[in-house]
Nanobody, 114 residues
Framework: QVQLVESGGGLVQPGGSLRLSCAGS????????MAWYRQAPGSQRELVAR???????NYADSIKGRFTISRDDAKNTVYLQMNSLKPEDTGAYYC??????WGWGQGTQVTVSS
């Protein structure tokens, strides 16, 4: 079972940027399709970005053009570069294998507020 540790969240003003990181344990990390999810207060967890082992990406319409998912397989790490942040981007962000999911990490909180 891969263990995942997310980091990089924080409080940022609207229009600001953050870069989230997700470090995974284990081997053969490069073989997996990875994804970032977020959970806003009072809402279900939703998929925001997906990155296949071949490098193909998919994004939720709400973040398309503002967020970029990437990976460094040598470091077993997945990133989410978030630009032009909006208050509605506020939530806990989690990374995981796209499907089937591994166990969830603790997530990293992103708060966009002035």
């Amino acid at each position: 079972q891969v263990q995942l540790v997310e980091s990089g969240g924080g409080l940022v003003q609207p229009g600001g940027s953050l870069r989230l990181s997700c470090a995974g344990s284990g081997s053969n990390f490069r073989l997996y399709h990875m994804a970032w999810y977020r959970q806003a207060p009072g809402s279900q967890r939703e998929l925001v970005a997906r990155l296949t082992s071949a490098g193909d990406t998919n994004y939720a319409d709400s973040i398309k053009g503002r967020f970029t998912i990437s990976r460094d397989d040598a470091k077993n790490t997945v990133y989410l570069q978030m630009n032009s942040l909006k208050p509605e981007d506020t939530g806990a962000y989690y990374c995981n294998r796209y499907w089937p999911n591994w166990g969830w990490g603790q997530g990293t909180q992103v708060t966009v507020s002035s």
